[in-house]
């Protein structure tokens, strides 16, 4: 037939549309790749299959199968987070594997696994000394596999001060003289500062989640509200026991921990500062309030960290204060009974 098209005809368009349709192009290069492992890929950053720890991807055509019967070796070690050449011998750590829960393996020690298994590891879940830090990734094929962390100590002897609107100390924790002047109706502006440890935390560094909190009880027939200028509001924990004359309101803060690496009151990131946090409290006082002229007596503050932990139930990762049944996951609360009014 006269309108017949002949295959040299048909390869000729075809190769004159890759040739000047990128379109084409994209596809036919695209087809290729594919069929031959993928153009790039160490872990996996190319080609099919790719995983992150190098066990199944193409590289020029070739892809790397790791051997079903063998067997690596895991091995975990901690150490202090701001004192490297301080081993962690407070506490074991928790080892998951595909999901299945392996118990604790004590600092230094090793797991035989399988490559391509997920390893989720929790160290020092059980610790009484230091914050935990969650790692989790994939086997390698052969040889050892060393996971790490650095744990942050638990500050448990935090200073807390309080300042009047004319920048003088009117509470810490050793006592002041200095006093503020409080009215009835009145909404006053108090700094504040939190203070940690050297080498120490308040709050895990390593999980922020929304910060450490910081709570204020009081007598709510004195107080409308106690709050945080420019602060989250958070859930009232349940060791902060408020009774029947008092009101409790809960604010988050950044976790603060204190490196001597860093400079005292570095951004470390959005949910962490350096050695110490700065704020203000903001007082609003009730039309009943009445100065009684003491220290203790209708205001309390409390500081309350934050931590990981495990659900009891389904082992999921939790943080916060407290737990799924409201246990205290950090150090005790620290707290100051009032400060000194006029």
């Not at 120490?200 to 709570?215: E, I, T």
Request: glycine fraction near 12%; aromatic fraction near 8%.
């Amino acid at each position: 037939m006269a309108n017949k098209i002949s295959g040299w005809t048909i390869l000729v368009i075809a190769l004159l549309a890759y040739a000047f349709v990128p379109p084409v192009q994209s596809f036919v290069n695209g087809l290729f790749s594919g069929l031959g492992g993928g153009d790039s890929g160490a872990g996996g950053t190319g080609g099919t299959g790719g995983t992150s720890d190098g066990s199944a991807g193409g590289v020029g055509g070739v892809i790397t199968i790791c051997d079903p019967s063998a067997k690596v070796t895991l091995a975990v070690d901690s150490w202090d987070k701001f004192a490297a050449s301080s081993e962690i011998t407070n506490g074991s750590h928790r080892i998951f594997i595909d999901g299945i829960d392996k118990g604790y393996l004590a600092e230094g020690g090793t797991i035989t696994v399988s490559p391509k298994q997920k390893y989720r590891i929790i160290f020092g879940e059980n610790s009484t000394s230091h914050y935990s830090v969650e790692r989790i990734g994939d086997v390698p094929c052969e040889g050892t596999l060393n996971v790490a962390a650095g744990l942050a100590t638990y500050d448990t002897s935090l200073i807390f001060t309080v300042f009047n609107e004319d920048g003088q100390t009117i509470q810490q924790a050793s006592g002041e003289t200095d006093t503020v002047d409080l009215s009835a109706n009145s909404i006053f502006t108090l700094p504040f500062k939190i203070t940690v440890t050297s080498k120490q935390s308040f709050g895990n560094p390593a999980h922020p989640g929304k910060g450490a909190v910081v709570c204020f009880q009081y007598n709510k027939t004195q107080y409308d509200d106690i709050k945080v200028d420019g602060a989250s509001l958070a859930s009232v924990p349940n060791q902060v026991s408020t009774g029947s004359t008092n009101e409790s309101s809960c604010w988050y803060i950044p976790v603060i921990q204190n490196s001597p690496d860093v400079l005292d009151g570095t951004k470390v990131s959005e949910l962490a500062v350096d050695g110490k946090y700065e704020g203000n409290m903001i007082v609003d006082t009730s039309a009943s309030y009445s100065d009684p002229g003491a220290v203790d007596g209708n205001l309390t503050i409390i500081a309350a960290d934050t931590d990981i932990d495990l659900h009891g139930d389904t082992l999921e990762t939790l943080f916060g204060p407290e737990d799924e049944v409201n246990n205290n996951l950090g150090t005790d609360v620290q707290q100051i009974e009032g400060f000194q009014r006029s």
